[in-house]
């Protein structure tokens, strides 16, 4: 009889639990492309961009966003919510934080300032370590962890706001990052903090947030796939090239295998990628031992990032095509404008991509999608 209780209890908690989940997930349709927004502005969206906002299910403001007019990112964010909220309450919002770097937009950094040794530093004590210019957090120390945790909890208990981004995985993780510079026990110990926070986070964010992180990455043994139990999703990003020996198409052919995983599972992916050749970050920085592919036109760059997002795409699966976040001044020419396939009927796929070496093709109710990536060669056949 008790062993019945128990097996009932747990029955009942993961129905619960899959409940829940299903219930802080963004809205999501096959009808047309289904879209996420990352944006930025230092000062107040205008009227017309709040209502371009509400359109998406799914947005994360990143870091600065309002903190110009405001006095910090966490105020920004939390009027900008509101503002997009009001008009369209359905819009999953994502506040922006960075597990690593300390990026100085925030009135919770002045708490920093009283606690001993937060940022990592070299041999010489100099602690702007992030490509030269910016801190990095020391996650080994108990009050860095503890200020990082609080100043989630505060964010995800804001009304406006449904959970948080984490940025910054693949530097703490990455072992090599920064080791040189604080050595490989501290690195270590950093990495062990990094997976303490991880752990705390989901019962500090609770069950009605989510809790999505930039983790996908190809350079990892499982490509990021082994991180991911904390994690509701995953924002996708710099995965055209190639890292520690491997080729582009074989980086490539691996983080997509991770995405296409990650999304059957039912996890978030928020396909975000760039109109350049490669839209690397600062961690993914290694040339590519392929030619660099220069696309004849922005259209045909489109489509290919395009069509990579259709072969790896499930439920609740997203995505973005941009020239950057900032939105700043008229920094994007490609904020506010829909491009025309956004537009086009898809329809749900029929089936799972199909791989014959490094040629994906896919199905779906109106368009059919053919993506090589050793080529870096694309087609969507839209059937209207």
Known sequence: MNTLKIALSAILSITTYSASFADRLPDFSWDTVPR?????????????????LASFPLITFEKTTGAKEFGGTEVGTWKAAKAVKAINPRTKVLYYRNILVHYSAYAADAQLASIPDAFLSDQKGNTKLVRGKVPAYDLSNPAVQDWWLTHAKQACGSEYIDGIFVDGNIKALEHGYLKRQVGDAKKTAVEQGYHHIMKQLRAIAGTESLVVSNIIRARFTDAGLEYMEPFDGSYIEGFEHAVGGMSRKEYMAKGIAAIQSAAQS???????????????????????????????????RFTYALALFLICAEKHSYFMFSDGYGVDNGRSKYWMKDIPEYQY?????????????????????HASVTVDIEQETSEIVWKQ
């Open 345 to 365: 009927p898809l329809g749900a796929p029929t089936g799972e991509a199909t791989r014959e070496g490094y040629v994906y093709q896919r199905e779906f109710q």
């Open 266 to 300: 039912g996890k978030i992916i928020a396909f975000t990628i760039g109109q350049g050749s490669y839209a690397d970050t600062d961690m993914d920085m290694e040339a590519s031992q392929d030619s660099t592919k220069e696309f004849a036109s922005p259209n045909n």
């Open 36 to 52: 996420y927004m990352h944006v930025r502005k230092a000062t107040s969206f205008t009227p017309q961009e709040v209502e371009y």
